[in-house]
């Protein structure tokens, strides 16, 4: 009888993972390999590094993760892949593969949005949690997908065992994990920026330095034309309701003035050579603190406090315009503690439920892949022979 198993593969970014996932409900296995310390010294992905490291990667970790999951080739009903969005060359890698594994097996191939993954991560964290219950599974949600390449809001609508999706908001240019990079680039700490900057801002005075997000104005914001994002096509924003639209490319300009202007350049470049010489990201908390003057300490809480209270105010405004009860929280960012914290307390106030990934689901993975093609293997929604990358692939558009 079939077990359900699903091997998911993920390689849209700078991570080459592997999982087994039975009946996208249990994680069997979960392999990832990271890139950050070839990334790192550059302080952001380098496309053609990422593919040629998802090469090299790709066999050893899915081997890895059939091995952890006690299974092999025969013992699988499908493979998943991500097809989209990420960047082209390693998105390529990992479908590539999973083609020609799918072919060599006779196994059914199912294509996964990247950020339809995300959202799965939360659902399946929920499903292993609960252990067989009821969970709160097939409730509507709004979906939170806040990452280094994403700042998405979605209402997710379950129907028939599947999922719909519709964009409520998205960012307007940086998503709020490519602030979090670039910020902690600027002041001259490791890269991924996300967990230095979230280990040091408990150490801040989050009100020290009163970061604000402007009213967005669509008009004049866009005059008329397509915005510059990286992220995936999408709806035009004139359709979005500006109330639920971010935009994270200002706070960083913000932080490099106040850098400047208080004197505080030399401390950063003081610290990138301490930084790239020694670890990534802190490797103990006092390490890190001991690079830190308070002022840069200050500047760093209030960054966070920020861009934390941007993202609340605009999903639980999302929410309640939609009558949403549940919001799922997901991507690099909802690592972030003082987000999961403030998020929560916000959940308890207005009496909602919240959800997020167990963190080492929230960054890119691929058992929210495996997850995610679940439903999609059971309506037998299978990819095209043709199956290629989609850099651009949106989510409910
Ligand atoms: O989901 P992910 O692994 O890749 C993308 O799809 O982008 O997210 C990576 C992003 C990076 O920008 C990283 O700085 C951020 O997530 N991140 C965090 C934290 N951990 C990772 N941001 C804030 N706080 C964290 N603890
Ligand atoms: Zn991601």
Not at 16 to 24: I, S
Not at 72 to 93: E, K, N, Q, R
Not at 311 to 317: D, I, M, P
């Amino acid at each position: 009888m079939s077990r359900g198993l699903i091997l998911g593969i993920e390689s849209s970014c700078d991570e080459t993972a592997a999982a087994v996932v039975e009946r996208g409900a249990r994680t069997l296995s979960s392999v990832v390999a990271s890139q950050i310390a070839t990334h790192a010294r550059y302080g952001g992905v380098v496309p053609e590094l990422a593919s040629r490291e998802h090469l090299r990667a790709i066999v050893p970790v899915v081997r890895a993760a059939l091995e952890r999951a006690g299974a092999t080739f025969d013992d699988l009903d499908a493979i998943a892949v991500t097809s989209g969005p990420g960047l082209a060359g390693a998105l390529l890698v990992g479908i590539t593969y999973a083609k020609a594994l799918a072919f060599a097996r006779r196994l059914p191939l199912v294509a996964v949005n990247h950020l339809e993954g995300h959202i799965h991560a939360v659902l399946l964290q929920e499903r292993e949690s609960s252990a067989g219950s009821e969970a709160s599974g097939d409730e509507p949600a709004l979906a939170l997908v806040v990452s280094g390449g994403h700042t998405h809001l979605y209402s997710a609508q379950p129907a028939a065992g599947a999922w719909h999706y519709r964009l409520i908001g998205r960012t307007l240019d940086d998503a709020a994990g490519e602030a979090y990079d670039k910020v902690a680039k600027l002041l001259g700490l490791g890269y991924p920026g996300g967990p230095w900057i979230d280990s040091l801002a408990r150490f801040g005075n989050p009100r020290a330095v009163p970061f604000t997000f402007a009213q967005i104005k669509t008009k004049v914001h866009l005059g008329g034309k397509a915005p510059r994002t990286k992220a995936a096509r999408t709806a035009p924003i004139a359709a979005l309701d500006r109330h639920f639209l971010f935009s994270f490319s200002g706070i960083k300009t913000a932080v490099l003035r106040y850098v400047e202007l208080h004197g505080m350049r030399k401390e950063a470049a003081a610290r990138v050579n301490r930084v790239l010489a020694d670890f990534h990201p802190p490797k103990t908390r006092e390490a890190a603190l001991a690079l830190c003057s308070q002022p840069t300490l200050d500047l760093i809480a209030s960054f966070q406090y920020a861009v934390v209270g941007d993202l609340l105010k605009k999903s639980f405004a999302a929410a309640e315009s939609l009558g949403a009860k549940r919001i799922l929280v997901t991507g690099g960012v909802a690592a972030n503690s003082e987000l999961r914290a403030r998020f929560t307390a916000e959940t308890a106030r207005r009496g909602m439920r919240i959800g997020f990934p167990a963190p080492a689901l929230s960054t890119d993975n691929a058992a929210m892949v495996a997850a995610a093609a679940w439903p999609k293997f059971l309506a037998q929604e299978f990819a095209p022979a043709a199956l290629s990358a989609d850099p651009a692939l949106a989510l409910g558009l």
